[in-house]
Each structure stands twice: as C-alpha cells, then as structure tokens.
C-alpha cells in the first residue's frame, strides 16, 4: 500500500513553511545551532550576495557567532512569499537591519531565499541564498511578518 500523498498546496503546508521561516530567523537571532542544524538538509549550500558558496559545516560555524544584539540592534522579516512545487517549496523574505557600531548606525535589507525540500516526511532547507536590497526596491513597513529589537522577537500588534 502506498503513503497517501500530501497537498503541498494546503493551508496546512503554508503554515508549516511560514513557521519554518520563522524559526530559521529565530535561529539565527538567538545562535541556535543545534535547532538550526534540524531544519537544514545534509547537502545544503549557502550562497552569499557576492556569490560566495559556503558548505553545511562553515555556514553552521558561521551561524553561532553571527548575531550580535549589540551591533544589529534592529532586525525584521517583510514580504514574506511562499511558493510550491511539487516537493520544493521556495519561501522568501527580505529583512530590514539597523547596524550600530562606533556610534553611527547604517540601515539596509536583503532578501533571501530559501530552498526546501520535501523529504522523508519533512521539509528541510537544502539552500538559501541572500541578495542585497536597493533602497528603491525596499518593501513597505506594511508587509512586517516579525521584529526583533536588539535580538528581542518583539509582541506584534493586534
């Protein structure tokens, strides 16, 4: 007898990518490598704006040291847009960031994209990949799914 397939498509499957990303941008706020390495797949790669490629094990290196509350001091996750097809689901977002350091700050946004597959009954990120954010293609404040302020996930408003 064969598994009943499942409909990628469903509110259900939604749900789970948006709580996948939000929990990969909790991850990286609170350096959470061992909930990070859960969600990703053996063979994931991750590719910087500069078209840097890093492998599993230097991007989780990375990863625990990556955010300091005290330098990026603003953070958010806005226009979040899901996509599936098939067994891979693309689910993208750009984060607006404030950097504080020596006394000046620089704001910017990246969008990113990750890649998930589907896979022995789970999802699971095979690659994500950042691209910088000209300021005339920012998305609008309207589209905040999530903010942390000085890596605190902040209450959203009802």
């Known amino acids: 007898m064969q598994p009943a397939l499942r409909d990628h498509q469903s509110a259900e499957t939604m749900n789970e990518l948006r709580a996948l990303n939000a929990r990969f941008i909790h991850n990286f706020v609170t350096s959470d490598v061992p909930a990070h390495d859960a969600i990703l797949h053996p063979s994931f790669i991750n590719i910087w704006p500069t078209g840097q490629r890093w492998d599993r094990a230097t991007y989780l290196k990375y990863w625990a040291t990556a955010f300091d509350p005290e330098v990026i001091v603003y953070w958010d996750v806005r226009d979040e847009l899901i996509t599936v097809v098939g067994d891979v689901a693309l689910v993208r977002s750009t ?36 691209t910088a954010v000209a300021p005339e293609h920012y998305p609008a404040d309207d589209t905040i799914v999530s903010v942390y302020i000085e890596g605190k996930l902040q209450p959203r408003a009802s």
Do not use: H
């Open 95 to 130: 984060n607006k960031y404030t950097r504080r350091r020596d006394g000046s700050e620089v704001t910017g946004m990246t969008t990113y994209t990750d890649t998930y597959l589907f896979e022995n009954g789970a999802w699971k990120c095979i690659q994500a990949q950042l």
